[in-house]
């Protein structure tokens, strides 16, 4: 006689009803808990911005230095504002920018199943990219520390997510936010 067990059947109506809510957009209590975002924290997006940086560098390495060097321009510069380093962050923000605005996600974030949403329109916006892979992202290189915000925030959100409004979470979340045909 174990009082303390569980009935499935108990559960199916609740279940069901607060589905067709979550479906019909009402997200609140525990429907979010069930069917909100599940935001990345530190690690997964540490990985994935690895990633990121080995495709830039290999980008620099394919597209930058072979034209820098068929210019007889030079490759290694001491100066702040040097080509080289002007190319490269171009590239750098770049990168970041255009996938960022285009299809949400970085190779590193695609790669990884993340993704990142504005949470307070309806899609991301050239301004909301802009100053989140500009502004932000400049800031959060500068002051790595800062990057650290991810870990205890409770969005998962870095300094430019927050000052953005955006947040970064993994992808089959968003299938399941939409809601069904």
Do not use: C
């Not at 935001?39 to 911005?49: E, I, K, Q, S, V």
């Not at 590193?108 to 993704?115: A, R, T």
């Amino acid at each position: 006689m174990n009082e303390s067990r569980h009935d499935p059947e108990l559960e199916k109506p609740i279940a069901a009803e607060t589905k067709k809510e979550a479906d019909d957009g009402y997200q609140e209590g525990a429907k979010s808990f069930l069917y909100g975002p599940h935001y990345a924290g530190f690690w997964m997006r540490f990985w994935a911005y690895l990633l990121d940086l080995i495709v830039i560098g290999s980008l620099k390495r394919i597209l930058i230095l072979p034209v820098f060097r068929w210019l007889d321009l030079p490759v290694f510069a001491h100066e702040l504002f040097a080509p080289i380093h002007v190319a490269s962050a171009v590239l750098f923000y770049g990168y970041f920018l255009l996938f960022t605005k285009f299809t949400g996600q970085t190779i590193g974030k695609m790669v990884f199943g993340l993704k990142v949403v504005p949470l307070t329109e309806e899609r991301l916006t050239w301004t909301v990219v802009l100053f989140r892979e500009l502004i932000g992202r400049f800031i959060v290189t500068t002051i790595v520390i800062l990057y650290l915000m991810v870990a205890f925030m409770p969005k998962k959100q870095g300094l430019h997510d927050y000052f953005a409004d955006t947040a970064v979470i993994h992808e089959k979340t968003v299938e399941a936010l939409k809601p069904a045909s």
